[in-house]
């Protein structure tokens, strides 16, 4: 019976080789991505992403072209990325439905066997960036088009809430950037109702979100309501808005206004943290003198993982526990500085905050960590008893054959270190988000300008990159414009 065994030490050894091997390429291309960015180099980016596709396996595809549509959108190739998050998007809507087998896998293994669908906010965002995709090149229609696709997501979202307090159920920048491209269209009454639930998805989620509702939105909506002689809302607004400064609306088609989209920063991204839980004297030893040889900084290594997985198998009485941990990259921008000259003429402003994606991946994690957590604790008991359980009888079936009574203690030590090493835990996030998300409007009368975005840091001197651009303004157009600032 023990023969039935003595392939197993190869299949444990190249399952163990495996596992370890599938960590890393990830972090290494990010890195690569953020260093493209940072010198201004946004089509190398773009490359790499393209050039990594089948690094991303079958279960990743969603958030492959997640990050290439925001790659290719920051190279200025929105045709393509619109279409690749298209993609994305019918993906997200046919896993709704998943398959019972796919998640037996994964609490057999780790949640890395999970098509990754993004999470809510992600969804939204790709919405989002195929509206300002859209706009950039001018197609208002197909914007708006998106701007209804994405009141419809965020329904269906409040309806699967329900009325838990604190839930991410409505995003300000989905709504806000929606009023902007209505009231560019001249659809003044649905301008008006996106900036109102801009306003309220603003206000129900600042105690998370880290974004209060953007002072220009105010104007906005005082703009707007006067406008439209909406009089007991405007009288509202102004008594809540108190000294808002706002000037009554004059005839748009007299002016051109700019918009300008500034991506700051980086998302925060997500690595492993292990709990190794022993349960003899023995194995806490073990662990114990294991952490404090390698030091901080290098116990979540490939390398490190490796040793403590044979290591932890030979002992064959540790229990691992992967978890998610947020790493968020807070930017340094605080503002930016747009002006626009002309021959004779200087119009500026600065922009103002309208999403900390960082905040809404906090808000995300944290209300799934005690499941994931839970799940996660299952899963390596489980593991452990399957090791155990091969241990236990390729000793029985050893019997008192020397020879074969090694191969059982051989089997079982892999089995165990195999159980250790497959544990990992889930780290896809869509990582090319930047950290914050700034957005500056400004109305000027029709001409030639050139417009200047200086990044503004947060001790209040420059900082990163200012860019340039001439532009020709028609009057009643809107042009909206992308920055990308990594600092």
Not at 226 to 248: I, K, M, N, S
């Amino acid at each position: 019976m023990i023969a039935r065994h003595l392939t197993f030490p190869f299949l444990c050894l190249s399952g163990l080789a495996l596992a370890l091997s599938a960590c890393g390429p990830a972090s290494n291309r990010y890195a690569l991505i953020e260093e493209s960015l940072r010198a201004g180099n946004v089509q190398r980016a773009d490359q790499i992403v393209e050039e990594a596709h089948k690094d991303y396996d079958a279960k990743s595809q969603v958030l492959y072209r997640m990050d290439r549509g925001m790659t290719l959108h920051l190279a200025g190739r929105y045709e393509e990325s619109t279409s690749v998050l298209e993609k994305a998007e019918q993906m997200v809507e046919e896993l709704y439905t998943r398959r019972i087998s796919t998640h037996t896998k994964a609490f057999l293994y780790n949640d890395t066997e999970l098509p990754f669908e993004g999470a809510p906010y992600e969804q939204v965002m790709l919405n989002v960036l195929k509206a300002l995709n859209y706009a950039v090149t001018g197609n208002l229609q197909d914007a708006l088009v998106e701007a209804r696709r994405v009141d419809h997501r965020l329904n269906v979202l409040a309806d699967q809430v329900g009325d838990k307090p604190d839930a991410y159920k409505d995003d300000g920048l989905a709504r806000y950037l929606s009023g902007i491209l209505y009231e560019a269209a001249g659809e003044l009454n649905d301008a008006f109702i996106a900036y109102r639930k801009a306003y309220d998805a603003y206000l129900a989620a600042q105690t998370w979100s880290r974004t209060p509702p953007p002072p220009m939105l105010r104007t906005d909506l005082l703009r707007i309501t006067d406008a439209l002689h909406v009089t007991d809302e405007h009288a509202q607004y102004r008594q809540a808005f108190g000294d808002t400064p706002w000037q009554p609306p004059s005839d748009p088609q007299q002016f051109a206004q700019v918009v300008v989209v500034s991506y700051n920063g980086a998302a925060p991204r997500k690595e492993d943290q292990f709990l190794d839980l022993p349960i003899s004297l023995d194995a806490l030893r073990l662990v114990l003198v294991s952490k404090q040889l390698q030091g901080g900084s290098s116990a979540n290594s490939r390398e490190a993982r490796a040793v403590e997985s044979v290591l932890y198998g030979l002992n064959g009485r540790v229990v691992r526990v992967a978890l998610p941990r947020l790493v968020p990259r807070k930017t340094a921008v605080a503002i930016e500085q747009v002006s626009l000259g002309g021959a004779d003429r200087a119009y500026g402003t600065h922009t103002e905050l309208v999403q900390d994606i960082s905040a809404l991946a906090a808000k995300q994690f944290s209300d799934q960590f005690n499941s994931v957590a839970v799940k996660a604790v299952a899963r390596a008991a489980v593991k452990y008893m399957a090791a155990e359980g091969v241990a236990r009888s390729t000793r029985a079936a050893a019997g008192r054959d020397a020879t074969a009574h090694l191969i059982a203690l051989l089997v079982g030590s892999l089995a165990k270190a195999l159980a250790i090493s497959t544990e990992e835990a889930d780290k896809r996030i869509w990582q090319t988000l930047p950290d914050e998300i700034h957005v500056a409007r400004l109305w000027v009368p029709p001409g030639s300008y050139e417009l200047f975005v200086r990044p503004i840091g947060k001790g209040g001197g420059p900082i990163g990159r200012e860019t340039v651009r001439a532009v020709t303004l028609r009057a009643g157009e809107t042009r909206f414009f992308t920055e990308r600032v990594m600092p």
